[in-house]
């Protein structure tokens, strides 16, 4: 079955500490992106590949970093600069423009 | 003014009521909308897609869009209290990003 795939579920960090988010589909979809979720609040977009070898910052790219060096994969690595990184982390992607985004189920991060 | 707007809610509805969710956006070059539902910690699902000013039907789903007032709904009938979700308002970005942006969603009840 096609599908995207992130690792782990839970991931916990500590101070002062890199960590990478894993997120790979196998759709065949050309474009891939990082949302970030915190409790209440709504999706806000880290950083997207719309294809190989190039991506572009979102709204929230600051103590984030990615590549996208395979098209069926584009790992988020939170860096020691994200203060405050605790939130549930979700990957997307998309065939083209027009369509909605297919969503993996997810990465929640505390920092302990 | 944010870029897309929801009522946060909770909306409360009786079961076999209608369930109408709203959403107002600022891109007024969004041409391609989405609406996904969203379980208490799981990553969201798309429900509902429209491109075209009107109505589009799908099974108990109806959105709704208009482009002038810059307004989208989502209408749930015979809701059951397996809906019970948050709904996510999502436009397509204007320009080739290919990016969706999403309102803080709505949180719908169903009482049995």
């Known amino acids: 079955d096609g599908g995207i795939t992130q690792s782990p579920k839970y991931l916990f960090r500590k101070e002062g500490q890199n960590v990478t988010l894993s997120c790979e589909q196998n759709l065949n979809h050309d474009a891939m992106y990082w949302y970030r979720q915190d409790p209440g609040q709504g999706l806000r977009l880290i950083y997207y590949?719309?294809?190989?070898?190039?991506?572009q910052k979102g709204d929230i790219a600051e103590g984030y970093s990615v590549s996208r060096e395979k098209k069926e994969s584009f790992p988020l690595t939170v860096t020691s600069a994200q203060k405050n990184p605790t939130a549930f982390y979700l990957c997307a992607s998309k065939p083209n423009r027009d369509y909605g985004y297919t969503f993996g189920s997810g990465t929640r991060l505390t920092v302990v | 003014q944010k870029e897309v707007e929801q009522n946060s809610g909770p909306l409360s509805v009786p079961e076999g009521a209608i369930a109408s969710l709203n959403c107002t956006y600022s891109?007024?070059?969004?041409?391609?909308f989405f609406w996904y539902r969203q379980y208490s910690g799981k990553s969201p699902e798309l429900i509902m897609f429209?491109?075209?000013?009107g109505d589009k039907e799908d099974g108990r789903f109806t959105a709704q869009l208009n482009k002038a007032s810059q307004y989208v709904s989502l209408l749930i009938r015979d809701s059951q209290p397996s809906d019970s979700a948050t709904y996510l308002c999502a436009p397509q970005s204007s320009g080739n990003t290919g990016k969706l942006i999403f309102g803080q969603g709505t949180t719908l009840q169903v009482k049995p």
């Open positions: 429209i491109y075209s000013n």
């Open positions: 891109d007024r070059g969004s041409q391609s």
């Open positions: 590949s719309q294809i190989v070898n190039d991506f």
